[in-house]
């Protein structure tokens, strides 16, 4: 029985539920006046029912999805404006212990190299992060509680928030690792985590239990009950996201859909993020053996429909997507990517040399530098920002939320944006991204819509200039 508000499972990601959505998607997916019914509600920019946004999803009238292209970018415009949050993934440990047949890092592999970091090799990737000028890490690890116990992670964020090396800081670490036990979380929310990250891999449990099928992870409702827990524990804001390739992702769609309206049912705070990873080439695992993957026009309206049903949400690209793919989805909602990114475990500090044997988690599709990122996004246009006030200033879970619903971004995120632009010009950048980057804030610091707020900003951004560091509002 399908119940948004239960903390089963099985009952707020209802198989029966999502079957009917999707029976009533196809059976509306030709119906224009309901499709502009639902386009007309999500005009009004508040969001839209995993039904509705199924709907939209079936349909495949072009001049529909185009209707929908459009709204998903003037969506991302007034609600993001055109910054886009650069982070990296740190991987501290690939010792696992569950068998997920789509992951290398399962515990038959026995050719990859096996890796784990000791806290002066985290202080090495961190300084290398810093180098290129990162501010926001995601911390990653496989489950094993021997090897890499919660200790080890609140071991590990501890370190990588004490290294202060030249300019640089991390200033916030989100930390995807396994579903755990809610005094776990606790002890993440003390260590001052930003979100907790955790992929559901696929909503569908028959085939969730199939691709987990050992281990801790193969137990699905403890998997798809992690983020209650999580909140339990005190963590404000969690990120949802599901492998696409997997199952077929009309399904997953709308499982993720109920996710966040669980959430924000329960705890009055949806998901502070999404993230909506695709199966990549990796060690031991050859995408093609999995049937269900989306074609970059179908992760294209994905996308778009995130931006659409979820606007308060955040969404996030990472490195497995190529450039190409990178730039056709960035004005369709996405918030936050990931820059030079490795995969593999020590890989900042000492990149592998391809021949060697890997201890890499999935092949990157997008293998520039950070600066050569950042280059990009400024050339098109876009506000690299590796800004971190939010949850330093305590605008966490509803508070953030708040925020944006009253679309107050524009005098908050848009100078912090630009000030800590300006550090990474500073710092960081090579001469041409610094021209163009110099020029862009000089631009953009006019689009502060407070005088006072844009008289400070211009204020901070001459002192970062003389050399100081770390305003915010
Ligand atoms: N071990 C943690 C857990 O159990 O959730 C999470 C860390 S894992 C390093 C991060 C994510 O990488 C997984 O949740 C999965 O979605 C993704 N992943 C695993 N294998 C992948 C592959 N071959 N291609 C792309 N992404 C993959």
């Known amino acids: 029985m399908y119940d948004v508000k239960s903390l089963k499972a099985e009952e707020f990601i209802s198989d029966e539920e999502i079957m009917a959505t999707l029976a009533y998607a196809d059976a509306n997916k030709d119906n224009v006046e309901v499709i502009d019914a639902i386009l007309a509600k999500a005009r009004e920019q508040k ?15 072009p001049e529909k999805i185009q209707e929908m292209y459009d709204l998903a970018k003037k969506i991302k415009e007034d609600y993001y404006g ?33 890796k784990k970091l000791t806290q002066e090799e985290v202080a090495k990737e961190v300084i290398a992060l810093q180098d290129m000028g990162h501010k926001r890490l995601a911390i990653e690890a496989g489950e094993d509680p021997i090897n890499n116990p919660i200790e080890y992670i609140l071991d590990c964020i501890k370190t990588i928030y004490s290294i202060k090396h030249k ?47 050992t281990g801790p992870k193969h137990d699905y409702a403890y998997h798809t009950e992690a983020m209650d827990r999580a909140m339990e524990g005190g963590i404000d804001d969690v990120g949802l996201g599901v492998l696409f390739g997997l199952e077929l992702y009309r399904y997953e769609f709308a499982g993720l859909l109920m996710h ?13 993020t999404i993230s909506v990873p695709r199966l990549k080439r990796a060690d031991d695992i050859d995408p093609d053996t999995f049937d269900n993957g989306i074609d970059d026009d179908t992760f294209a309206k994905i996308c778009a429909l995130i931006r659409i049903a979820v606007p308060y949400t955040g969404m996030i690209i990472s490195t497995r997507e190529s450039k190409a793919v990178r730039e056709k989805v960035l004005p369709l909602g996405v918030s936050q990517i990931s820059g030079a990114s490795k995969t593999s475990v020590g890989g900042y500090a000492e990149p592998e040399v391809e021949e060697e044997v890997t201890s890499a988690q999935f ?16 050339k098109m246009d876009y506000i690299p920002s590796f800004c971190t006030a939010c949850y330093r200033e305590g605008r966490t879970g509803d508070r953030f939320m708040t925020l944006c619903k009253n679309m107050q971004i524009l005098n908050c995120c848009h100078p912090n944006a630009l000030m800590t632009l300006k550090e990474y010009l500073e710092d960081y950048a090579s001469p041409e991204t610094k021209e163009i980057g110099m020029k862009l804030i000089e631009k953009e610091l006019e689009n502060i819509p407070n005088p006072k707020v844009k008289k400070t900003a211009t204020e901070y951004i001459h002192n970062i200039a003389e050399g100081k560091r770390d305003f915010r509002f």
């Open 47 to 61: 969001g839209l029912t995993h039904r509705e946004a199924s709907v939209l999803l079936a349909c495949d009238i």
């Open 82 to 114: 055109n910054r886009i949050v650069m982070f990296a993934p740190l991987y501290l440990s690939n010792y696992c212990v569950n068998g997920c047949v789509y992951c290398p890092y399962h515990l038959k592999n026995k050719h990859i190299a096996r």
């Open 167 to 213: 300019n640089g800081a991390i200033r916030r670490v989100n930390v995807n690792i396994a579903a755990t036990t809610v005094e776990n979380y606790r002890k993440l929310h003390d260590a001052g985590i930003g979100t907790y990250i955790l992929f559901q891999e696929t909503y569908n449990k028959k085939s969730y239990e199939e691709l987990h099928p």
């Open 260 to 272: 966040a309206e669980h959430l924000e049912a329960v705890h009055g705070v949806g998901p502070h």
């Open 363 to 378: 092949d990157v599709s997008d293998n520039r530098t950070l600066d050569e990122v950042v280059n990009w996004l400024m």
